[in-house]
């Protein structure tokens, strides 16, 4: 308490005036001058607050963030394309298949937008050599699908142990077996999956011509889940263990070339759920 009010008495020197009203036995409020002052106080803070606004806008055109889109960031950039009112920020955005941060260190890019690959060891240490930081944004919602006739397709419910010999067809093509590391991390309890990455594929009979039978197939983009989808002859699962299926999606960025545009979009992004959901 004697802290507060010596930097109280410390402010009311500065100013010249009483901001307080110190009567024995009062709750501390303000005084007549201390309220006329706090309210114009108010009004220069909101309006520095909108000159700060009106200076990143009017920048927004010459300083663009670059964005690469890795593995689902397609659907966070059509996702952020939705978001209203955000202005701030100006965006170039590209897709390119990701399988290290070179894009990164090469500054072809200024921050990647995808699946947080923090549970495979060998992007880890490449983040940690180059500099990058990771800032969590949302989540990223997956459905399991199998064939009709597939061994597990007859279950009510899937538990990660069911899938344990099984192979997953990874079907994106900016995917990399990394993705497979954060499935086993993230969204499986104690099985390990051995990927088959091959082509994306568009329909249930091409599946069945190339022999995906008794595959799994994690989806996730939209295009992808919505052909597939349409199909017959396919079981789908949308909780694994009792609990939604979904992976932790992340912006991965240069820690040194953090500034208030990254900050914007980040607040923008925060909390963000994309994906199929059931």
Known sequence: QSTLSAHMAS??????????????????SL??????FFQSAQRIVEMYDEAVAQGRRDTKASAPLRIIAGSFGKE??????AIQGFETVALEGEFKALFDF??????????ILGCDYSASPAMTKEAEDLGIAHE???FMNMKLVLMADHPLACRTSIRSEDLAGYRVLITDPSS????????????????????????QLSSLAEMRRRGFGTDLFFLH?????????????IVEFHELDGKPMRLPLVASYRKKCRDWRYDALFESLCGIEIGPTQ
């Open 31 to 36: 005084t007549d001058a201390g309220w006329d």
């Open 102 to 111: 070179s894009q990164l260190a090469k500054d072809d890019g200024d921050i």
């Open 76 to 81: 966070l950039m059509q996702a952020l394309d």
């Open 176 to 199: 990399s077996p990394s993705y497979i590391d954060a499935i086993n991390a993230f969204m499986l309890d104690g099985v390990t999956l051995k990927p088959s990455i091959r082509p």
């Open 11 to 28: 402010i009311e020197k500065d100013l010249g005036f009483s901001v307080f009203d110190h009567r024995p036995g009062n709750a501390v």
């Open 136 to 138: 969590p944004l949302g």
């Open 221 to 233: 983009a939209k295009a992808e889940v919505e052909s597939i989808s349409r199909a017959n002859g």
